[in-house]
């Protein structure tokens, strides 16, 4: 089992990593922490809860994040994920006892990451499916945490995709400063970007199956997959629901999910046209050591399989 901590902004496909974390045997959920990105700090957090109390998990510590990346703008992505940052279905409000727990827990995201790490018997695994604002500060204010962390295994980047410019994907483009700080901090990274995450998809068909079972999972779940293939269908072209942050998640429950190749990968912070680059040296041309084990390769039909079989399940209790 692995002790995890699951750094979101849900997001349709963080809610499917999310479901995943709490229902795996492999992982102990530590905790999850909240960062704005797909919507505004207020929504990814309240969202975190509703996806909680719909799954019953009101026992998972929650601490909320960053409103806002380091030094940039917010961009959100409402095209992608709607205005509420999960539409498509009215999830359930949040539990009153989850609410009360956070509120009386009040730790800041930040110091919730530095505080689990630090007391931790065994290192801890971080996943961040959302931009990286938190995990940078927290590695900024207190360093020594890095020798607690086994490992970053995270969503984000591309070494040939993008999806928010021609050059970037979401999550770094919005705090690349962000990721340059995690990126160059020494300590092992699974880069899961979109050249795999793009083919981690449910179709139309494997969501209209889940819709068919009317659980109280799948029921609620369904038609919020639905919103979210429709409109990577109409940006993207994509035959369905490209489940990104999950693939992460489901990489620490079954390893031989994705191949990966350690490369260096650098952060373009400056470009005028390739702001959030995930720059990955696949030929070593510049000679420089490598830094990250970037992802190349994915088994879709065994991500499939995990995700329709956790919703399943879990509509059975
Ligand atoms: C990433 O951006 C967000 O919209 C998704 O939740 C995912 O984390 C994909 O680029
Ligand atoms: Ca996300």
């Known amino acids: 089992m692995k002790k995890i901590i699951l750094d979101c902004d849900p997001g349709h496909d963080d809610m499917i990593a999310i479901i995943l974390a709490c229902s795996s045997d492999e992982i102990d959920l530590m905790g999850i922490t909240t960062v704005a990105g797909n919507q505004t700090g207020d929504k990814t957090f309240i969202n975190t809860l509703k996806v909680l109390t719909l799954i019953n998990r009101i026992d998972i510590p929650v601490a909320r994040g960053f409103d806002k990346p380091i030094f940039r703008k917010l961009t959100v992505a409402p095209r992608i994920h709607g205005v509420s940052g999960l539409d498509g279905a009215d999830l359930p409000e949040p539990n009153i006892e989850l609410l009360e727990r956070v509120k009386t827990l009040d730790i800041h995201a930040v110091d919730f990451i530095i505080k689990s790490v630090k007391e931790s018997d065994e290192k801890v695994t971080i996943v961040p499916t959302g931009p990286l604002t938190n995990i940078a500060i927290a590695l900024l204010k207190e360093p020594s945490i890095k020798d607690n962390i086994d490992r970053i295994i995270l969503m984000g980047g591309a070494v040939y995709d993008s999806n928010i410019t021609p050059a970037s994907e979401f999550n770094i483009y919005v705090d690349p400063e962000a990721a340059k700080i995690v990126f160059e901090s020494g300590i092992p990274i699974t880069m899961v970007g979109l050249d795999v995450t793009n083919k981690a998809i449910l179709t139309f068909k494997d969501i209209e199956e889940l819709n068919n079972l009317q659980g109280g999972v799948s029921g609620v779940i369904a038609p919020l997959l639905k919103f979210f293939a429709q409109a990577n269908k109409d940006f993207f072209g994509i035959g369905g629901a ?39 040296d696949v030929y070593n041309i510049t000679g420089k050591e490598p830094n990250v084990d970037v992802a190349f390769e994915v088994n879709s039909l065994a991500f499939k399989k995990l995700i329709k079989n956790t919703i399943k399940k879990l509509d059975q209790r």
């Open 242 to 280: 490209p489940l990104h942050d999950a693939l992460a998640v489901s990489y620490i429950i079954m390893p031989d999910i994705i191949k990966t190749k350690y490369l260096n990968v650098t952060i373009e912070t400056e470009g005028k046209y390739t702001r959030g680059r995930t720059v990955v």
